[in-house]
């Protein structure tokens, strides 16, 4: 009897381990949420930037709504006056993705055609980050 516990805690024990090797090389997944507007934009466009620099296979999502979907709009910059375009274009071709709410666009009565290309639509932001965090395993950050 004593042995059969002991083979059940040891097998209760080994599911509750910690990572191994090989779960700790797999890309790190991060979800940047961003719903305030440019500055929270241009701080998490420098925050993606260095954090890539640092860890070049991390997998980056940046879901938007709210007012922080307006630099994805055409035309959007920094308060320099420095246009967001290239920016979100350059962090795309590292592999960055760039999600947009549509129930914002909608409350918003903002056109889809106003759009940067890299930014793809989803039904809800809110939606979106939970769903990273909860069912893909995203570590969850706001800027």
Do not use: W
């Amino acid at each position: 009897m004593r042995r059969q516990f002991l083979k059940l805690a040891a097998g209760l024990l080994a599911a509750l381990a910690l990572p191994t090797a090989a779960t700790a090389e797999e890309p790190m997944k991060v979800v940047y949420h961003l719903t305030e507007g440019i500055d929270q934009a241009a701080r998490a466009m420098g925050n993606i930037r260095n954090h890539l620099r640092a860890e070049p296979d991390t997998r980056i999502v940046v879901v938007t709504n709210g007012d922080g979907i307006r630099f994805l709009l055409k035309g959007a910059r920094e308060r320099n006056g420095r246009p967001f375009d290239a920016a979100v274009a350059a962090l795309a071709e590292q592999g960055v993705e760039f999600r947009v709410c549509k129930n914002t666009l909608t409350a918003h009565d903002v056109p889809l055609d106003q759009l940067l290309p890299q930014a793809r639509l989803v039904t809800s932001g809110v939606v979106e980050a939970a769903r990273l965090q909860t069912r893909e395993g995203y570590a969850y950050l706001r800027p």
